[in-house]
C-alpha cells in the first residue's frame, strides 16, 4: 500500500538553526500540507500546497517557515531560525486529485525538538 | 472560528467491552467528517469517513460512527474492542467554507486491557 514517508523520524537541533524536514508523498497525489502537533495540544494546520503554490497556511505559519517542492517527489518544510516552541510532532499529509474532496493520508511524522 | 471537541482524553477498557468516543464540532456550513487512529509509533491511519448519503458509516477494524447533523456529532463506536485497539483516535472535519484542510479533535487515547 503506498505511503507517505517523512524523514528524519526525529531531530534535535538548537534555537536559532534552521531545519528542514522532509517528505515523499504518494507518487499520484497533488494536494500536500504540513500539520503539527505541540505535546498535549491538538493537530494544527500549517499550510497546504497545490499545483507548485500555497494554497492556504494558517496563522502559525509565518515568515520563518517555507515549503518547497524541489524535485516533483519531495515536499519539505524550512524552518528559517527555529525558536523553544517550534518544538512539536510535525506531520505531512497528501492526497489525490479527484473530484470532490478525499481522504487526506499522513506520514509517520517528524518529532523536531529545540533545545 | 471552527473548532472540534473530543470528550474523553483517556479512555481504559477490557478486551470485548464497547467503545465509543464522542465528537462534536462547530456549526461551519457542509462538514466532511473523519476519525483518524495512531497506533503506537505508527502514521495517522484512515479509520473512516463521511462524506454524503447514510449517516451510518462502516470502517475498517470493525469501527463505525454516526453523523447526527442537529448534534454536530460524529461519535465513534465498537461493540467489542480487542488488545489490539489501543491507541490515540482523532476525529478530523473538513469544513468545505474554509478550504480543503482538516481541523482536528484533541484526540482520545484509548488503553485495551488484556
Known amino acids: 500500500e503506498p505511503e507517505v514517508t517523512q524523514t528524519p523520524s526525529h531531530q534535535v537541533t538548537q534555537m536559532g538553526q534552521e531545519v528542514i524536514l522532509r517528505c515523499v508523498p504518494i507518487?499520484?497525489?497533488?494536494?500536500f500540507y504540513w500539520y503539527r502537533q505541540i505535546l498535549g495540544q491538538k493537530v494544527e494546520f500549517l499550510v497546504s500546497f497545490y499545483n507548485n503554490e500555497i494554497s492556504e497556511k494558517s496563522e502559525i505559519f509565518d515568515d520563518q517557515f517555507s515549503v518547497e517542492r524541489p524535485d516533483g517527489s519531495n515536499f519539505t518544510l524550512k524552518i528559517r531560525s527555529t525558536k523553544l516552541e517550534d518544538s512539536a510532532m510535525y506531520f505531512c499529509?497528501?492526497?489525490?486529485?479527484?473530484?470532490?474532496?478525499?481522504?487526506?493520508?499522513f506520514g509517520q511524522g517528524t518529532r523536531l525538538t529545540v533545545v | 472560528a471552527q473548532s472540534v471537541s473530543q470528550h474523553n482524553h483517556h479512555v481504559i477498557l477490557s478486551e470485548a467491552a464497547s467503545l465509543e468516543l464522542g465528537c462534536n464540532y462547530s456549526y461551519g456550513g457542509t462538514v466532511n467528517l473523519f476519525w483518524y487512529v495512531q497506533y503506537p509509533g505508527q502514521h495517522l491511519q484512515l479509520l473512516l469517513k463521511y462524506f454524503s448519503g447514510d449517516p451510518l458509516v462502516k470502517g475498517i477494524k470493525g469501527f463505525e460512527a454516526e453523523f447526527i447533523k442537529s448534534k454536530f456529532s460524529f461519535n465513534l463506536r465498537k461493540p467489542s474492542v480487542q488488545w489490539s485497539d489501543t491507541a490515540e483516535y482523532f476525529c478530523?472535519?473538513?469544513?468545505?467554507?474554509?478550504?480543503?484542510?482538516?481541523?482536528f479533535g484533541g484526540g482520545t487515547r484509548v488503553l485495551v486491557k488484556p
Open positions: 507518487s499520484n497525489h497533488l494536494y
Open positions: 478530523a472535519v473538513n469544513y468545505k467554507a474554509a478550504g480543503n484542510k482538516l481541523t
Open positions: 499529509a497528501s492526497r489525490s486529485n479527484t473530484q470532490g474532496f478525499t481522504e487526506a493520508f
